[in-house]
């Protein structure tokens, strides 16, 4: 028997605080020599280039030129690491390791060395002496790897970098995937974020019958780079509380106490681990019991285990470094031992550092880890640093897509009939979650229904492990919508999904997914950087369907009318990126099957929920959508002909104020030729040599001329599309209406009207910007300026919207 | 006494259930004729277009054409708006609203204008009956108000459009303002957020005895848009342990019950509110007690008081529309009765409805509250619409600035010796908070040291109300710098301050600001809009120093490289951004002293933290941050005539390897002539029709030239640099280099070089784009190309910096 944790505070063992040893010697010793091994490995990285098992005196040659990671955090990372081992080997669990500190990326790079997989990744970096030095030299070196749990790093899904996301990561990992448990280790900074904090709500949205499980370790390291960190100052008793409160069950593991040596910390560790693993396998159990007798519901919710792990920050590093105390304190965050190479004092500490580890009972004289270390080491596919679903690719089952031409709309004359896009794409989405009711999740911040996408009720429901009540609509304990009001919580468990080869879908709307720019910036890094990497396996790609956008935002104001995210998604690389903004509803449906089919992108597709004129037929829509953009017939009068102005317009409010002001320029000035061009994939719009959509200068040139008044009625900011098409030949003649900021609670053509982006505004651009037609024109020019004027003061004097009104010219079919 | 909550879980009277009936029935009346005040007007502004008061039959001509706006959350603000007005009378309290549910944008305008505040600011929509028309119609109506609590509306320092911020604005309200109690309403959707899950630790943060208090009222209606809340899901038990986890004690406030009516849930919350307004009270006497004893420590972190408020979503309002249950639902969310124009059933149900506040009680003939309303109408500035801090400007403090010319650094020659930017600015932030120990604070996600700003530590401390440990470094129970891991707690707290009339800045990694990308939208929005409001004042600017920044992220990987939150910015409202991009330690002083005497901006700031060139004096430096962009002469050699190129540059390390590349094209090609260029506020490149700031063309042309190449040495993203500048004559002539989202854990120049921003690369350019060098030089060409691999070779051998290496010319003084 040990004496708990140095801080015990709640007895993890009702109604005492002791708690029974249940290593045996044979068994502690696995886990402290390979927990010693990792140790080893990791302080290597950080210092050595060469003589990795330090066979001569430590000189200045051996230790890098400049000294790059972060120590603080990876002792502890080593010691979870090493005690799932454990776990797994007794249990043959199928487990999977989040690094929220992924800057301790030591660490799991030394896992992963011990497990084998780094070799199988990257064969020059086997498992002897040289192996061991080229890992440790490429580690944050120039040509090498970086410092963090990126994704280089076999066993990875979680980089770690921007801190936040290892909870939610870690929760979409195991949907649908009820034989695993991701164990997510969170540090004491990260819990500080506001994602994270949100992250606990987590097990509210796990189903224990039809999903895996999470093991969060809060690990209590009590120090950020420079702080004191919140959660490992606020007493016991509030934190157990706050778990509590978030619905976790905490075990407390802390160590070593004064005196203790790591012994007794691994029997409280392995002892608490033991028992987070029975009471989840208990959790599990009863939850498929009832789900086998009630026709899939797992039942009330469960409370599910938490560990606790307080340790001191840089656990087994150097205690005090030039008088200043270090292990245990904030300034073990980096390298405890910044001078190895011109202080000789430093250089002594460093040497007898690594010497503590004992390493000849760790590696033998080739460089590979002992028996005694590998004793410790899962097999096969349950090693964590080899688990193929952390890299998703490798295991992703390819999704079933009904033929979505089936359900799109009749289109017997362009802007006749009104749908409402995203509805008629809800029908073909309810049976694309119907035929993949494994494999894919919709996923939304509370507004599938606000966003019209509530078909997929026949078929599944919003889960909510509580279950529901009287009054609520569709909400289930199996449900396969999750629907939270946290976009970070989408996204991230979206992500999580994706990284380990699922598929899904995130609907938003599209002022508010700015809350998740960061995300996709990680996202969109780790496809790029994977991308590169031959051992991994392209994940489906992260889909966005934005809806009720900036032009519909009628219940709500100006906060909710933002399209600038596209601009966000644009800046990252052109391999990983696409924006889509489909005019109707036929449109959407194709763009959609093709997101829904395409890999290792970040798709972004904008399209409105409110009743929309259609005007492409099925076949014309497929057709569109893969050209991406494309030249309307039934629009323009040009033909056979160089048009006088060019027509262009994206996004479904833009192209129905493009056509009505084609239609009054058809009808008034029907000797003007005007060219209509639609744009749906907006990367088409950029040079070739900008993005693998974009379009070819000389096909560009032919479509849009070189020398005509090019008015663009766009979706969102115009200076998108300057920035996109500033290459191109007849860029000064291109004039771009768009959103300009201007925004409140309104009509809908009230915000057409204050953005310029009015039918009656564009059909004066054109006068103003095709050479002669002001002055021969004045007339009607003038007849449009009072027609705007007019429509604004009826809007103000009745508040109805002038396109409902008959008599407003805007049916742009003839 | 009255029956406690329906559901009751937590005695809110130790030991027992049942709580005092706090009001007499004058005192009760009060409240009461109040609220229902507050709800008929609500329901008028949602519904009604005339005839307010119904003096006739309510007929379809009544009621607006569109019907916007969000019943459900409204009528709850208005119970908690009125039941603070009691308090405030009683006790003289100094408070303020924040309305976290900010779709109940009725409740505050209804307030605002029972108050008298709303016709302070808008004299037509007077206290009379077409007064109270206007008011109605005006509501979500073209040229009318927004639906939200925006900022038209007296007393609103929070939009609640974007959910998740209204505890972290509350709690930057109150910093430094002892009297002060933030009434924050927290609804149970916005509480699934990750900025508000976070904000709960506020309380960590909060010194009694300086600031003031928040008084964070919780409030469970149940449902999102068509969800359940998790935080109403959750049993009692739980969310008492959460919100005790996060060090509050909760009071709960519940009903109606069955068969209850409005008058027990009345002196429930009476209770509840004297309660916590008692406990604030105590709190602060004592911790103000210990202060004053012992130096400003207010002692041990007091536990704060919370109201958990849980009664129907949409109470008062229909409980049945069309069959289904609509009160207590999630069918409340938004207009209960949506076919008030064409069905009789529901233009029927309207009329009861309105009837039901009994309008004759609570308005007299001329339509004004009638005194039994005024009853419960605070006093003058008492008055929460008509608190000054909420219109900060009016009430702002001007900041005291040292001269920052006495902290520059002198500079013998341009490029010789070397500064960290920011710590020579640190220096100055010392004496600048220093001086204004009651009006300026320093927010950062833990990296204020990390970014070399530690000289405030000289002067004040990091806040933590749980006191500092030993191994702590200078946190204090009274610090004035806020140190969080999470972005989102910065800006929020920074929001709240300067919404408050106070100043500060806010300094981060510049990848992770990212972060907060939809709160500074949403800032940014606020400011536009009050921009537009003669009765808002000017807020002091909000500024961001951006350090840790893309070319310098030695320790860590891609993850945190991302110029991109410039790109962001740039797409708000001209009017209100700034981005500037100081190259060395005196241009970084000047361009902070601008922009902390700036008015009602976001001012981004990125610059380095590490020992950088100095350039200029710091009179140059004045003289170039005025111009905002120039030639430095020093630099050039292109005196008295047309320059052959144009090098150009924003940012310390563009600026570093363009003034390198420029030394190399000096001494090598004498004969060329170079015009070199420095950028510092950014936006000078935009025309003048964009952007304040812009440059006229003839300017721009005069110093870029019209026809010469110009090689532009970026710091972010190169298509910003065109997004700016494609309408200038000479842009097709402009090449710029920048972050191509190429990165790891490496060297500076590894960064560089791999973005084809280096000195080699740059030298490159020229030949390849001045005709004629090509062919002339084609053997220096071939040299740069030789000196860029031998610089990476070097660098993957030895991992050592090429810039590091003497014998590497980068000396660009001559």
């Given at each position: 028997m040990t004496d708990l944790a140095t801080r015990p505070a709640v007895p993890v063992v009702p109604g005492g605080d002791l708690v029974p040893d249940v290593l045996d010697a044979q068994a502690l010793a696995a886990v402290d020599h390979w927990w010693r091994a990792a140790n080893y490995l990791s302080v290597g990285q950080i210092y050595l280039q060469a003589d990795p098992l330090q066979r001569e005196p430590l000189s200045p040659d051996h230790v890098k030129a400049r000294l790059l990671g972060h120590w603080g955090t990876t002792p502890g990372l080593n010691f979870v690491w090493s005690h799932v081992n454990r776990a797994i080997r007794e249990r043959d669990t199928q487990a999977l390791f989040v690094a929220g500190p992924g800057h301790g990326g030591p660490a799991v790079v030394a896992n992963a060395w011990l497990e084998g997989a780094w070799t199988e990744a990257y064969p020059d970096v086997d498992m002897t002496e040289e192996g061991m030095r080229l890992l440790f030299k490429q580690f944050s070196f120039p040509g090498g790897i970086p410092s963090h749990a990126a994704a280089d790093v076999p066993g990875s899904l979680h980089e770690g970098g921007e801190l936040g996301y290892s909870l939610v990561h870690a929760t979409g990992a195991v949907f649908d995937d009820p034989d695993l448990v991701a164990v997510c280790v969170i540090g004491d900074g990260e819990a500080e974020t506001g994602p994270l904090a949100a992250s606990w709500q987590a097990n509210k949205f796990l189903d224990a019958a039809r999903d895996g499980a999470v093991l969060p370790v809060l690990h209590l390291n009590g120090y950020k780079i420079a702080n004191p960190t919140v959660l490992a100052r606020m007493d016991d008793d509030e934190l157990e509380q706050y778990l509590r409160g978030t619905g976790w069950d905490p075990l407390w593991v802390s160590g070593p106490g004064d005196g203790e040596d790591a012994a007794p910390v691994h029997q409280r560790m392995a002892w608490a681990l033991d028992t987070a693993l029975d009471r989840i396998s208990e959790n599990q159990r009863a939850a498929r019991e009832h789900a086998a007798a009630h026709d899939g519901d797992p039942g009330d919710r469960p409370r599910w285990p938490v560990l606790v792990l307080r340790t001191p920050k840089g656990w087994t590093g150097p205690h005090d470094v030039d008088g200043q105390p270090v292990a245990g304190t904030w300034r073990a965050h980096q390298v405890p031992l910044s001078e190895v190479r011109s202080d000789e004092g430093h250089?002594?500490?460093?040497?007898?550092?690594?010497?503590?580890?004992?390493?000849?009972?760790?590696?033998?004289?080739?460089?590979?880890?002992?028996?005694?270390?590998?004793?410790?080491?899962?097999?096969?596919?349950?090693?964590?640093?080899?688990?193929?679903?952390?890299?998703?690719?490798?295991?992703?089952?390819?999704?079933?897509?009904?033929?979505?031409?089936?359900?799109?709309?009749?289109?017997?004359?362009?802007?006749?009939?009104?749908?409402s896009p995203t509805a008629v794409f809800g029908d073909w989405l309810r049976d694309v979650m119907a035929a993949n009711p494994e494999t894919f999740r919709l996923f939304g911040p509370d507004e599938v229904a606000s966003n019209?996408?509530?078909?997929?009720?026949?078929?599944?429901?919003?889960?909510?492990?509580?279950g529901p009540q009287d009054g609520d609509s569709h909400v289930r304990r199996d449900g396969r919508v999750m629907e939270v009001?946290?976009?970070?919580?989408?996204?991230?468990?979206?992500?999580?999904?994706?990284?380990?080869?699922?598929?899904?879908?995130?609907?938003s709307y599209e002022a508010f997914i700015h809350i998740v720019d960061s995300m996709v910036n990680q996202h969109a890094k780790w496809l790029k950087t994977t991308r590169q990497l031959p051992w991994r396996r392209p994940l489906a790609s992260l889909n966005y369907l934005l809806s009720s956008h900036v032009w519909r935002q009628d219940h709500n104001g100006f906060s909710h009318q933002d399209p600038g995210f596209i601009d966000h998604v644009v800046t990252k690389k052109a391999e990983v990126t696409r924006v889509y903004l489909p005019p109707d509803a036929n449109t959407l449906l194709s763009t959609m099957d093709h997101v829904l089919r395409s890999e290792h992108y970040v798709n972004v597709v904008v399209a409105g929920k409110q009743q929309a004129l259609d005007y492409l037929t099925m076949d014309e829509a497929i057709a569109h959508c893969t050209r991406g953009l494309g030249r309307w017939a039934w629009a323009s009068n040009d033909d056979g002909a160089e048009p006088d102005v060019v027509i262009a317009c994206a996004g479904d409010i833009p192209t129905q104020e493009a056509l009505a002001a084609t239609a009054v320029l058809r009808e008034r000035l029907p000797e003007l030729r005007v060219r209509f061009v639609n744009v749906v994939d907006l990367m088409r719009l950029q040079p070739t040599s900008?993005?693998?959509?974009?379009?070819?200068?000389?096909?560009?040139?032919?479509?849009?001329?070189?020398?005509?008044?090019v008015l663009f009625a766009f979706h969102g900011y115009p200076t998108l599309v300057h920035r996109l098409t500033y290459r191109r030949t007849g860029h000064h003649n291109l004039h771009v209406r768009g959103f300009i900021e201007e925004g409140t609670t309104t009509t809908p053509f009230d915000m057409v009207h204050r953005n310029d982006l009015d039918r009656f505004r564009l059909v004066m651009d054109v006068i103003d910007h095709v050479p002669g037609l002001g002055v021969r024109h004045a007339g009607l020019r003038q007849e449009m300026v009072d027609a705007r004027l007019a429509a604004r003061a009826h809007a103000y004097e009745t508040g109805e919207d002038p396109r409902e009104i008959s008599g407003f010219r805007w049916d742009p079919s003839f």
């Amino acid at each position: 028997m040990t004496d708990l944790a140095t801080r015990p505070a709640v007895p993890v063992v009702p109604g005492g605080d002791l708690v029974p040893d249940v290593l045996d010697a044979q068994a502690l010793a696995a886990v402290d020599h390979w927990w010693r091994a990792a140790n080893y490995l990791s302080v290597g990285q950080i210092y050595l280039q060469a003589d990795p098992l330090q066979r001569e005196p430590l000189s200045p040659d051996h230790v890098k030129a400049r000294l790059l990671g972060h120590w603080g955090t990876t002792p502890g990372l080593n010691f979870v690491w090493s005690h799932v081992n454990r776990a797994i080997r007794e249990r043959d669990t199928q487990a999977l390791f989040v690094a929220g500190p992924g800057h301790g990326g030591p660490a799991v790079v030394a896992n992963a060395w011990l497990e084998g997989a780094w070799t199988e990744a990257y064969p020059d970096v086997d498992m002897t002496e040289e192996g061991m030095r080229l890992l440790f030299k490429q580690f944050s070196f120039p040509g090498g790897i970086p410092s963090h749990a990126a994704a280089d790093v076999p066993g990875s899904l979680h980089e770690g970098g921007e801190l936040g996301y290892s909870l939610v990561h870690a929760t979409g990992a195991v949907f649908d995937d009820p034989d695993l448990v991701a164990v997510c280790v969170i540090g004491d900074g990260e819990a500080e974020t506001g994602p994270l904090a949100a992250s606990w709500q987590a097990n509210k949205f796990l189903d224990a019958a039809r999903d895996g499980a999470v093991l969060p370790v809060l690990h209590l390291n009590g120090y950020k780079i420079a702080n004191p960190t919140v959660l490992a100052r606020m007493d016991d008793d509030e934190l157990e509380q706050y778990l509590r409160g978030t619905g976790w069950d905490p075990l407390w593991v802390s160590g070593p106490g004064d005196g203790e040596d790591a012994a007794p910390v691994h029997q409280r560790m392995a002892w608490a681990l033991d028992t987070a693993l029975d009471r989840i396998s208990e959790n599990q159990r009863a939850a498929r019991e009832h789900a086998a007798a009630h026709d899939g519901d797992p039942g009330d919710r469960p409370r599910w285990p938490v560990l606790v792990l307080r340790t001191p920050k840089g656990w087994t590093g150097p205690h005090d470094v030039d008088g200043q105390p270090v292990a245990g304190t904030w300034r073990a965050h980096q390298v405890p031992l910044s001078e190895v190479r011109s202080d000789e004092g430093h250089r002594e500490q460093l040497r007898a550092w690594l010497e503590s580890y004992r390493a000849a009972e760790l590696f033998g004289d080739d460089g590979a880890p002992t028996d005694a270390v590998l004793a410790n080491r899962p097999r096969d596919e349950r090693r964590m640093s080899a688990n193929p679903r952390t890299n998703g690719g490798l295991v992703k089952k390819p999704l079933r897509l009904p033929d979505f031409r089936d359900y799109g709309v009749d289109v017997p004359r362009p802007g006749e009939q009104l749908h409402s896009p995203t509805a008629v794409f809800g029908d073909w989405l309810r049976d694309v979650m119907a035929a993949n009711p494994e494999t894919f999740r919709l996923f939304g911040p509370d507004e599938v229904a606000s966003n019209r996408l509530q078909a997929v009720f026949d078929v599944t429901g919003r889960q909510l492990a509580d279950g529901p009540q009287d009054g609520d609509s569709h909400v289930r304990r199996d449900g396969r919508v999750m629907e939270v009001l946290s976009e970070h919580l989408c996204q991230g468990w979206l992500e999580g999904y994706l990284l380990t080869g699922r598929h899904g879908l995130f609907t938003s709307y599209e002022a508010f997914i700015h809350i998740v720019d960061s995300m996709v910036n990680q996202h969109a890094k780790w496809l790029k950087t994977t991308r590169q990497l031959p051992w991994r396996r392209p994940l489906a790609s992260l889909n966005y369907l934005l809806s009720s956008h900036v032009w519909r935002q009628d219940h709500n104001g100006f906060s909710h009318q933002d399209p600038g995210f596209i601009d966000h998604v644009v800046t990252k690389k052109a391999e990983v990126t696409r924006v889509y903004l489909p005019p109707d509803a036929n449109t959407l449906l194709s763009t959609m099957d093709h997101v829904l089919r395409s890999e290792h992108y970040v798709n972004v597709v904008v399209a409105g929920k409110q009743q929309a004129l259609d005007y492409l037929t099925m076949d014309e829509a497929i057709a569109h959508c893969t050209r991406g953009l494309g030249r309307w017939a039934w629009a323009s009068n040009d033909d056979g002909a160089e048009p006088d102005v060019v027509i262009a317009c994206a996004g479904d409010i833009p192209t129905q104020e493009a056509l009505a002001a084609t239609a009054v320029l058809r009808e008034r000035l029907p000797e003007l030729r005007v060219r209509f061009v639609n744009v749906v994939d907006l990367m088409r719009l950029q040079p070739t040599s900008e993005h693998p959509h974009g379009m070819p200068d000389r096909e560009f040139d032919a479509l849009f001329t070189t020398d005509k008044p090019v008015l663009f009625a766009f979706h969102g900011y115009p200076t998108l599309v300057h920035r996109l098409t500033y290459r191109r030949t007849g860029h000064h003649n291109l004039h771009v209406r768009g959103f300009i900021e201007e925004g409140t609670t309104t009509t809908p053509f009230d915000m057409v009207h204050r953005n310029d982006l009015d039918r009656f505004r564009l059909v004066m651009d054109v006068i103003d910007h095709v050479p002669g037609l002001g002055v021969r024109h004045a007339g009607l020019r003038q007849e449009m300026v009072d027609a705007r004027l007019a429509a604004r003061a009826h809007a103000y004097e009745t508040g109805e919207d002038p396109r409902e009104i008959s008599g407003f010219r805007w049916d742009p079919s003839f």
